[in-house]
């Protein structure tokens, strides 16, 4: 097994993110639209100067969940339905970490590093605190302001193993269609955060849709506890 550094990561995720009160069942809605669509989009929300772009954290697993529960900080603006990635392969795509500035040194015009310009003040003045470094973030911003999404590339992450199947349930059912060259009536692969660490594990774990043999999405259960669980289709 490979050695893990418990302060470093070689994954950031994109986690999606609610502009309501955090619903976990709309949440999983929002997260399964975006992949029916199959891109994710950059957005202009608390960024300075208005500047698209998406965004990501390196923060290891570890600083994401205590003791099997998720972090209620960080976990408090965003919800536990994400997208992960390589740093290399968003790294090879123009993006990378962001800057932690005050906002008195934001250069609007300065286009090669204000889109990764992130508001900084550890000191309350004013009600200007400003300090979200504990967020580790990486952004980029994608060519057409969209990012595509391929299974060969991200692996999608659950808060608990009850979700993943909900997803790869409503995958199944999805492509039903006998129109659709992927029918997903497969055995499906969830495994847990904590054992994805090991590069001989995750390296393996990749499928290519439309593969008959194979679901094409690799799943990661982040095997949280006191998480609400998906609502039951009736029959």
């Known amino acids: 097994m490979a050695y ?19 619903d976990l069942q709309k949440s999983y809605q929002i997260f399964y639209s975006i992949i029916q669509q199959g891109i994710l989009k950059a957005t202009t929300t ?3 100067g208005n500047i698209p772009s998406l965004c ?9 969940t205590e003791n099997c529960n998720l972090n209620q900080k960080y976990f408090k603006r965003y919800s536990p339905f994400g997208f992960q990635f390589t740093k290399k392969y968003i790294y090879r795509l123009g993006g990378l970490p962001v800057i932690y500035s005050p906002t008195d040194q934001f250069e609007e015009k300065n286009t090669l590093t204000n889109w990764r310009t992130v ?6 003045k004013s009600g200007n605190f400003r300090d979200y470094t504990w967020e580790r973030e990486w952004r980029i911003k ?18 608990t193993e009850e979700w993943a199947m909900k997803f790869r349930n409503d995958h ?24 994805f660490h090991s590069k001989e ?13 194979k679901f094409p999405w690799l799943l990661l259960n982040m095997n949280c506890k006191n998480i609400e669980s998906p609502e039951v289709d009736e029959v």
Request: glycine share 2%; charged share 30%.
């Open 4 to 22: 893990t550094r418990l302060d470093h990561s070689d994954c950031i995720i994109h986690f999606t993110r609610d502009t309501e009160k955090w």
């Open 172 to 195: 199944d059912a999805f492509h039903e269609d006998p129109s659709c060259n992927c029918h997903c009536s497969r055995d499906c692969d969830i495994i847990t955060y904590d054992r």
């Open 46 to 48: 608390k960024r300075l």
């Open 201 to 213: 594990e995750h390296e393996s774990l990749v499928g290519t849709c439309p593969n008959p043999d």
């Open 56 to 64: 990501f954290t390196e923060a290891p697993y570890n600083c994401l």
């Open 142 to 159: 994608p060519k057409n302001n969209e990012l595509k999404l391929d299974p060969n590339d991200v692996k999608l992450i659950f808060p």
């Open 119 to 124: 508001s900084y003040d550890p000191i309350k």
